[in-house]
Structure formats: C-alpha cells, structure tokens
C-alpha cells in the first residue's frame, strides 16, 4: 500500500521521489490556487452580478469537471472500484457544494466563509436560511473527508482521477431534485441566456476548482483526512481575508481576532511533536535482547552435548 501511495502524481508531476514536504507543498499549493480562484469568482457572480443559482451552478461546474476529466485520457474502463463505492459520497460531495453556494442566496460570501472556519458565527444578514444550509454544509464536509480516505485505505490502486470522475457522474443525479423543486433550473437557465458571460465566469471558476479538487484528493490519499481539514480550513480563512481585500467592506477587530486565532491554531498542529522521539531508547536496547537468543541456543547445545555424554557414560 505504501508504495502505491508513494506513486502517486498530481498533474504529471510524480511525489514518488520527493521527500513528504515537498509533496506536501505541491499539493497545498494546488489547492489554494484553485479554492482562492474559487472564492473570488464566486463573490464577483453571487454579490456583485447578483446571480445566486448555487445548485445550477454546481450542476455546470460538474459538467465542466467530466470534460476536464475526458481530456485528461481518464475514461471508466480504468475505474477499480465498482460504482456503488461512490453513492453515499456523492451524495455527501454534491449536497455539500450545493448547499455552500446556494446560501450565498441568503449570504454575502464572507459570511458564508466565516461560518464555516468558526464552526457557527452570527452574520450582519438576517439569512437565517443561509446559515442552516450552511450549517448542513458543514455536516456533510464532516463526512466528506473521511469517506474519500476510507475508499482510498480501502483500495490503494484508486486515483484521484477516478475519484472526482465518479463521484462527480454519480452526484450529478442529486441536483437534480433541488433544482425542480426551488424552480431554480428553469431561472438560472433564462439568466444565464440573458447574461453569457456569466457561463464564461462559471467555466473560469471550475477549471481552477478542478485544480483543486485534484491536488485536495491527492493530500487525502497521502497526508490523511484530518492534515487536509487543517489545510482547507486555512484555506477559508485565506480566503476570506481576500475577500476583505479584494472586494471592498469592514473588516471589524471580531474579524481580525477570529483569523488571528485561526493562524495561531493552524500553526501550533504544524509545529512538531518531539514526544514519541524521548521513547527511542527501546529501540536503542533491541540489539542487547537479540543476544540472550544466541546465548540460549548455545545453552541448549550445551545441555544436549552434557546429556549425549553421560548416556554414553552409563552405558559403558
């Protein structure tokens, strides 16, 4: 298992030879590019265009990745994993997208992203209905991480590639409900019509998200769920950060206070733990208890030679 997780890539670049910083660099690095495109785009269509369609969105942005997919030569005949695998993460994957960028409807963007680094936080909106689908975003992300690192312990041969092929494929069903039901499909439909450029922006922000999904999946399969959740959370408040900086609002000193204690937590789980060193002394006596063994041997022989002569001894 170690050494299929050791051949993995991200993109054509191999991490078999690297050292684990390095493949982590390049990983976190793949990821923040894609989710700070991500962010940007998503606040300039909900809160400056005025299109807050999140789960039509999710619906293209999925179309966007299985094409992306297609021209990366990925194709199901290399899939390792039955399809089934995949229902409960899809499920899991699209109900959480959805519900992220459809409380941008009820949300500005750094609400949305301030709810989700604290884990629950009171928002200058009065969208209460935003803050319960973010809330169930927040569930179902719980979830998210963990089943994508339990299909990969399962079965080391699964890709990142076939994961976000089929996950995307088998989820993309799921949208289709909320859409019918809210009436959103038909209105994100006649919008869109109106305002094409808006599909340009769309496109623009899934093809940097790929890049993200791809290099997140990839720190699941290496690093485990529990570093990358450490990772996507510095990535939100990152993200909302640029937010403040980007498009123009108050940044009051609850703000500031809150990303400054996000920093000093993401900093202290990176700093390293010195501890399981201090119990290397074991290990340094090992080669003291390998030596009894031959000892005992010897012993054996020894007893056997005595034995072998005294019943020569009786018998003369």
């Given amino acids: 298992m170690k050494n299929e997780e050791l051949a993995r890539t991200l993109f054509g670049i191999s991490l078999s030879d690297r050292p684990r910083w390095q493949q982590f660099l390049i990983c976190s690095s793949g ?3 894609g989710y700070l ?24 942005q999925g179309i966007v990745y299985l094409f992306l997919i297609y021209l990366q030569g990925f194709t199901s005949k290399q899939m390792v994993n039955p399809w089934k695998t995949y229902v409960k993460l899809s499920a899991v994957l699209m109900g959480s997208h959805g519900l992220t960028k459809g409380s941008l409807a009820f949300l500005n963007y750094p609400c949305t992203a301030h709810v989700q680094v604290h884990k629950g936080s009171s928002c200058d909106d009065n969208g209460v209905i935003g803050v319960v689908m973010v809330t169930g975003a ?25 994961m ?5 494929l088998v989820g993309l069903p799921f949208l289709i409900p909320p859409m019918l039901l809210t009436g959103e499909l038909f209105k994100a439909w006649n919008s869109c019509s109106q305002h094409p450029y ?11 998200t790929f890049i993200g999904q791809i290099s997140v999946l990839s720190l699941i399969a290496v690093f485990g769920a529990a570093t990358t959740a450490m990772i996507t959370t510095a990535r939100k408040a990152v993200t909302l950060l640029l937010s403040y900086m980007i498009f123009t609002k108050p940044l009051t000193e609850q703000h500031g206070t809150g990303l400054l204690l996000i920093g000093m937590g993401i900093t202290l789980k990176l700093l390293p733990d010195n501890k399981p060193n201090k119990r290397a002394s074991p290990s340094v006596a090992s080669p003291n208890i390998a030596k009894p063994s031959y000892s005992e041997e010897e012993r054996i022989h020894l007893e056997n030679v005595v034995e072998n002569e005294e019943r020569r001894r009786a018998l003369v």
């Fill in 37 to 60: 495109v991500n962010g940007i785009c998503e606040e300039y269509v909900y809160n400056r265009l005025k299109f807050s369609y999140g789960w039509y969105f999710t619906f293209v």
């Fill in 31 to 33: 990821f923040f590019f």
């Fill in 198 to 208: 808006v599909y340009g922006v769309l496109v623009f922000e899934a093809m940097a």
């Fill in 138 to 162: 927040l569930v179902m992300d719980s979830f998210l991480g963990n089943l994508q690192e339990a299909i990969f312990t399962m079965n080391s041969e699964t890709t990142q590639m076939e």
């Fill in 164 to 168: 976000l092929f089929c996950s995307t």
